[in-house]
């Protein structure tokens, strides 16, 4: 199973950007969907991005919309995350996940592979 480590999170004000990144090792990253997911404390885990195996298709949830961009290189085993114009709402810790090969297999799918987490902090 591919293995996800996370990075580029850290604390921003509101209006900043940030770009995440998440690098795989071992698994089929370059036939994998990959994504982000984002949770605060007491809340569900929300689904925020998703890119298919190819880089070619990709689906934002509503609170991604407009403001960030999912991209991958697949010659680097590494997807991206780029944030902008953040809010403090957006504060959340931030996961990347694997599963599936479009990006509608990864929003159907009740299982993934997670990294670790790397926390967001927008201050306003």
């Known amino acids: 199973q591919v293995q996800l480590v996370e990075s580029g999170g850290g604390l921003v004000r509101a209006g900043g950007s940030l770009r995440l990144s998440c690098a795989a090792s071992?698994?089929?990253?370059?036939?994998?969907?990959m994504g982000w997911f984002r949770q605060t404390p007491g809340k569900e885990r929300e689904f925020v991005a998703t890119?298919?195996?190819?880089?070619?298709?990709?689906y934002y949830g509503d609170s991604a919309k407009g403001r960030f961009t999912l991209s991958r290189d697949n010659a680097k085993n590494t997807v991206y995350l780029q944030m902008n114009s953040l809010k403090p709402e957006d504060t959340a810790v931030y996961y990347c996940a694997a599963g599936g090969q479009s990006t509608t297999d990864f929003v159907q799918r009740t299982s993934h592979a997670w990294g670790q987490g790397t926390q967001v902090t927008v201050s306003s």
């Open positions: 890119i298919n195996w190819s880089g070619t298709s990709t």
């Open positions: 071992g698994g089929s990253f370059t036939t994998s969907a």
